[in-house]
């Protein structure tokens, strides 16, 4: 078994997906449907940890996990699927556990810390241990681009000041949601040598969907799971 880790662009978007209804065909890997896992993503801290009745949620009749912005499977050829555009994608991973996991982290997901929270269950729930974690931050909008109301980032600092962090920000109601997702998983114990961190801006790459800079309710998609 193997860990298969695709971090998307615009160039296979998720209401495509959703349009065909289709098996999903990642370079020469094909995924059933029915193996593929989607969140409701709900800004929410939720991580939700999978069973196999889990794999097609989102597809035909089977509804989308509710509420959560996280996935986590040891499922072998379950596949977990998270859609961004300006938030970020995390993928995590254990080779020795054999266990993948999914985050959807966007302001709220950040400011609420999804990634402590996935790191913990894979702790916990998955025996893994945080020196085997690996883990990769997707594209995502960048500070340059992302001004917020000044309540907005008082309530962003003050909840990160809460917890013990440093906010990571260079300018008064910028938000750098990249580099506070690293900080995050520094903090939690993944080693710095095991994250990877992609300083791709979606708003300004024009290979990627942007909230901000076009309005798209398209999205990009980021795919893990465990290939038998």
């Given at each position: 078994?193997?860990?298969?880790?695709?971090?998307?662009d615009a160039s296979?978007?998720?209401?495509?997906?959703?349009?065909?209804?289709?098996?999903?065909?990642?370079?020469?890997?094909?995924?059933?449907?029915?193996?593929?896992?989607?969140?409701?993503?709900?800004?929410?801290?939720?991580?939700?940890?999978?069973?196999?009745?889990?794999?097609?949620?989102?597809?035909?009749?089977?509804?989308?996990?509710?509420?959560?912005?996280?996935?986590?499977?040891?499922?072998?050829?379950?596949?977990?699927?998270?859609?961004?555009?300006?938030?970020?994608?995390?993928?995590?991973?254990?080779?020795?556990?054999?266990?993948?996991?999914?985050?959807?982290?966007?302001?709220?997901?950040?400011?609420?810390?999804?990634?402590?929270?996935?790191?913990?269950?894979?702790?916990?729930?998955?025996?893994?241990?945080?020196?085997?974690?690996?883990?990769?931050?997707?594209?995502?909008?960048?500070?340059?681009?992302?001004?917020?109301?000044?309540?907005?980032?008082?309530?962003?600092?003050?909840?990160?000041?809460?917890?013990?962090n440093q906010p990571?920000?260079?300018?008064?109601?910028?938000?750098?949601?990249?580099?506070?997702?690293?900080?995050?998983?520094?903090?939690?114990?993944?080693?710095?040598?095991?994250?990877?961190?992609?300083?791709?801006?979606?708003?300004?790459?024009?290979?990627?969907?942007?909230?901000?800079?076009?309005?798209?309710?398209?999205?990009?998609?980021?795919?893990?799971?465990?290939?038998?």
């Amino acid at each position: 078994m193997k860990v298969f880790k695709y971090i998307g662009d615009a160039s296979l978007d998720y209401r495509g997906i959703m349009k065909r209804h289709s098996d999903l065909q990642i370079g020469n890997l094909i995924i059933p449907r029915d193996s593929l896992v989607i969140a409701e993503q709900t800004h929410s801290k939720l991580v939700h940890n999978c069973l196999p009745e889990d794999g097609g949620s989102g597809f035909a009749e089977h509804p989308q996990i509710k509420e959560a912005d996280g996935l986590i499977t040891n499922i072998p050829g379950q596949f977990l699927l998270i859609r961004t555009a300006d938030c970020s994608p995390i993928l995590i991973w254990d080779e020795t556990q054999m266990v993948v996991c999914a985050l959807h982290s966007g302001r709220e997901g950040t400011r609420r810390n999804i990634a402590e929270q996935a790191i913990h269950q894979l702790i916990h729930d998955y025996s893994c241990k945080v020196e085997n974690l690996k883990a990769v931050i997707g594209p995502g909008i960048c500070e340059d681009h992302y001004e917020v109301s000044p309540g907005i980032y008082e309530d962003f600092i003050t909840s990160m000041e809460r917890e013990g962090n440093q906010p990571v920000s260079g300018s008064y109601r910028h938000l750098a949601i990249q580099a506070t997702i690293r900080m995050q998983l520094l903090k939690a114990g993944i080693q710095a040598t095991e994250i990877e961190y992609r300083t791709v801006c979606t708003y300004e790459s024009p290979v990627h969907f942007s909230f901000r800079r076009d309005g798209t309710h398209n999205r990009q998609i980021n795919v893990i799971g465990i290939v038998l």
